[in-house]
């Protein structure tokens, strides 16, 4: 199998070890425009791609790592090849470009298999949520808040933060994007909204032009309101959300893997197993992989999730 990387920072680095315990033998490329080999491109044996013309239609998967703003050209060549593609979120960083790839991908003869990296939806603990909202066992849900952040500075140790492209508007970074995991859940769990309102800003003394803080409220007609707060500011990690309902609450800390239920002469804890989110990449790997052998679609091919981009994109 031979497969084609797009970035290989952290989260490539990731996809690339995981997919060689998953498959020894699988030959990889690595897409870099300097053509420049590294330790890391050694030790996996990766040849390197420079241009966009050496990417060719007997490549088996190609793996969207890099920033978004990157991406376009290479997108452009991925699907002239109908070439199975896994992207690591989000699929794009404007507007623009966003239009240009829903018309790529329902104009073309794009038939190939395609997932959107958006682990967190592997997680135990949140298919146990997604369980209990359709067991109805909160009653009518009301309302659902999100709280995302970290101290931009600790996210990669060794790594000055003001040359990520999260601390850079030319480089289309802020908080919303890349934080957008939140987002994503609230649509996994409650389906599509209609509406978004959204409010920005750059708060901190962080040396970024971005947002570092950001307050999103979801909605439509008939459905629970939910709220998300992000920022690049937290001393202490934070990954929760509490879920409102008229008989009962949801608390959830993704951090920790905590689900506790609470209402009148109701505490009921669960015991999930797994590794947390370490496990979710190795679980999304195997469904895209699976996906590609059996000649079926992913749980979350790339159109389902543009409805969502969209919102977001023509927002900020």
Not at 4 to 20: A, D, E
Not at 116 to 130: D, E
Not at 133 to 146: I, M
Request: aromatic residues 10%; glycine residues 6%; neutral net charge.
């Amino acid at each position: 199998m031979k497969v084609l990387f797009f970035g290989t920072g952290s989260i490539g680095k990731r996809h690339c070890v995981n997919l060689k315990k998953l498959m020894p033998h699988a030959d990889l490329y690595f897409f870099r425009d300097t053509g420049k080999k590294d330790s890391f491109s050694e030790q996996v044996n990766a040849k390197i791609l420079s241009s966009v013309e050496q990417i060719t239609e007997d490549i088996d998967a190609a793996f969207f790592c890099a920033p978004a703003y990157t991406r376009k050209k290479c997108y452009e060549k991925i699907i002239q090849h109908n070439i199975p593609l896994y992207a690591e979120k989000p699929l794009i960083s404007n507007m623009a470009d966003l239009i240009w790839l829903k018309a790529q991908l329902t104009s073309s003869s794009y038939t190939a298999v395609s997932l959107v990296g958006f682990n967190l939806r592997f997680l135990n603990v949140i298919r146990t949520v997604k369980e209990i909202l359709f067991s109805n066992k909160l009653g009518n849900v009301c309302r659902a808040s999100f709280d995302v952040g970290q101290y931009l500075p600790d996210w990669r140790p060794g790594i000055d933060y003001r040359t990520l492209y999260s601390a850079q508007k030319s480089k289309e970074g802020g908080v919303i994007l890349d934080l957008m995991h939140e987002i994503d859940l609230a649509y996994f769990l409650f389906g599509s909204f209609s509406d978004a309102s959204i409010v920005r800003n750059k708060f901190s003394n962080l040396e970024i032009d971005t947002e570092d803080t950001a307050a999103i409220i979801l909605h439509r007609a008939s459905a629970p309101i939910v709220t998300i707060n992000m920022d690049y500011v937290a001393r202490k990690k934070m990954r929760h959300f509490n879920i409102i309902g008229d008989q009962a609450t949801l608390s959830c800390d993704l951090i920790n893997n905590s689900l506790v239920i609470e209402g009148q002469n109701l505490v009921e804890e669960f015991s999930l197993g797994g590794d947390g989110e370490k496990c979710t990449y190795i679980a999304a790997l195997e469904e895209f992989l699976s996906a590609i052998k059996e000649r079926k679609v992913t749980s979350y091919p790339l159109m389902d999730s543009i409805p969502m981009h969209e919102l977001i994109l023509a927002r900020i």
